[in-house]
């Protein structure tokens, strides 16, 4: 089953709201998340690497004001898109990374689909 | 940087048509090599690995073999199926960021 879990998997938004997407590590603890965009016919996109406790890093040409990424567990991280406009209507994808047993593993979520109207 | 260069789609097979989808990468040291596969509606599944040069990742019929001398990672299947209808992405890990592929989209036809 799956050990990194988005919520939530679709969500249509007005142009100039906020939304909030949630990525939970169910198994195990997650100092580490990433946030990745994927723009149709693209590959996936680093947007941001989300430390718990500590601010995000963000890649170039990121806006940190725009994309809010909070991790404030050790489970669950988030991804607050503010204003958001038609453009932002992307596939957002969220992964952690699991330094247990499992060896340093990197598990994907399921990812969220936003569409902004 | 670390990179990976993946062939570009659509792949349109028969089913039960061999399949190639060829990856190749750049990257700093020895980096661990993925492929995901993406089905329809649904988010980012794990297909295979591998972690050093020589190792074959296989997973459902799928093969791929991590070879350092010409850098590449490609996807073989013996057989596909109209259900491995999806897109397949390349991936390496470089410490703890992916870089992927553009992602190639196959067909499978009854």
């Known amino acids: 089953g799956a050990v990194v879990s988005q919520h939530p998997s679709r969500v249509i938004c007005k142009s100039g709201t906020s939304v909030k997407i949630e990525c939970r590590s169910l198994?195990?603890?997650?100092?580490?998340m990433f946030w990745y965009r994927q723009f149709p016919k693209q590959s996936l996109m680093l947007m941001a690497t989300s430390n718990e406790g500590s601010k995000a890093t963000y890649e170039q040409g990121v806006e940190k004001d725009k994309f809010l990424i909070n991790h404030a567990s050790l489970t669950l991280s988030t991804l607050t898109v503010t204003s958001a406009h038609p453009e932002d209507s992307s596939f957002y994808i969220c992964?952690?990374?699991?330094?247990?047993?499992?060896?340093?593993?990197?598990?994907f979520g399921e990812g969220s689909w936003l569409t902004v109207v | 940087g670390d990179s990976v260069t993946q062939m570009e789609g659509p792949v349109t097979l028969s089913e039960e048509a061999f399949l190639t989808i060829n990856c190749t990468y750049t990257a700093t040291g020895y980096p661990s090599l993925f492929w995901y596969v993406q089905y329809p509606g649904e988010g980012l599944q794990l297909l295979l690995k591998a972690t050093k040069a020589d190792d074959k990742g296989s997973n459902k019929g799928f093969e791929a073999t991590y070879r350092k001398e010409t850098t590449s990672f490609h996807l073989e299947k013996g057989s596909v199926q109209v259900s491995d209808s999806a897109v397949y992405f390349c991936?390496?890990?470089?410490?703890?960021?992916?870089?992927f592929g553009s992602g190639t989209k196959l067909n499978v036809k009854p």
């Open positions: 198994d195990f603890q997650a100092t580490t």
């Open positions: 992964s952690a990374r699991d330094t247990g047993e499992s060896g340093n593993t990197i598990y």
């Open positions: 991936a390496l890990r470089g410490f703890n960021k992916f870089y």
